[in-house]
């Protein structure tokens, strides 16, 4: 079983829709996780990290659901620069290294 | 603040020659450094990590190599290249403590075509 699962999409949505993305983890001892976004060609860059309490970041929130090993994104209003690939990454207490999905594509159409 | 450096950008070589790809942090001493690939459509694949020098861990058995030289240096090699070694490499950086509660930074890729 992968450590980290994501539905690939792709997402295709119109400019100011809300779309939502989730992913699932299967060490019950993951401690730390983030949603990065990678653009085509491009490194992938920290979008932000993902709180037990939930968070906000403008337009993006980010949850995280414990006992069901669930993460989700939510981008509210979208713009055609959210195009681009968000993984979900989730890390381990005792791991050298994080665990990447292989991401969701979101394309916003005008 | 820190900086990461990798290079080439882009780089065609022929099955059977060697490779040398380097990455440099700067603005921090002591960071943990990774390798990763992503071929073409894939997720991330961790190669090699360090957390010091001439400190090594393979993650994946394969023809590539790692080494750390210097504090903040870290070079992926391989002495013959095959059509599988193609990708997308990426290096990152972490802090030494609670690396993985901030998450890593990555340099901006070498693309690997292997022909």
């Known amino acids: 079983r992968k450590e980290v699962e994501q539905d690939p999409g792709p997402f295709n949505v119109p400019e100011g829709a809300t779309v939502a993305f989730n992913c699932t983890y299967s060490?019950?001892?993951?401690?730390?996780f983030f949603w990065y976004r990678q653009d085509c060609r491009k490194e992938p860059k920290l979008l932000m990290s993902?709180?037990?309490s939930g968070n906000e970041d403008g337009r993006f929130t980010a949850q995280l659901n414990r006992a069901s090993q669930y993460i989700s994104l939510l981008i509210r209003d979208s713009k055609l620069s959210d195009s681009a690939t968000y993984l979900c990454?989730?890390?381990?207490?005792?791991?050298?290294?994080?665990?990447f999905g292989t991401g969701t594509r979101l394309t916003v159409i005008p | 603040s820190q900086t990461i450096h990798q290079w080439p950008a882009t780089l065609v070589q022929p099955v059977g020659s060697p490779l040398s790809l380097e990455c440099t942090v700067e603005?921090?001493?002591?960071?943990?450094l990774y390798w990763y690939r992503q071929a073409a459509g894939r997720g991330l694949q961790l190669l090699f990590y360090?957390?010091?020098?001439?400190?090594i861990s393979s993650e994946v058995p394969q023809n590539l190599s790692a080494s750390r030289p210097q504090d903040r240096q870290f070079i992926l090699s391989s002495k013959k290249l095959l059509l599988s070694d193609s990708g997308f490499y990426l290096c990152?950086?972490?802090?030494?403590?609670?690396?993985?509660?901030?998450?890593?930074?990555f340099g901006s890729g070498t693309r690997l075509t292997v022909v």
């Open positions: 990152a950086w972490s802090r030494t403590t609670r690396g993985n509660y901030y998450g890593y930074t």
């Open positions: 060490n019950s001892a993951s401690q730390s």
């Open positions: 993902v709180y037990s």
């Open positions: 990454v989730v890390s381990q207490t005792g791991a050298n290294n994080l665990f």
């Open positions: 603005g921090t001493s002591n960071p943990n």
């Open positions: 360090s957390v010091g020098i001439g400190q």
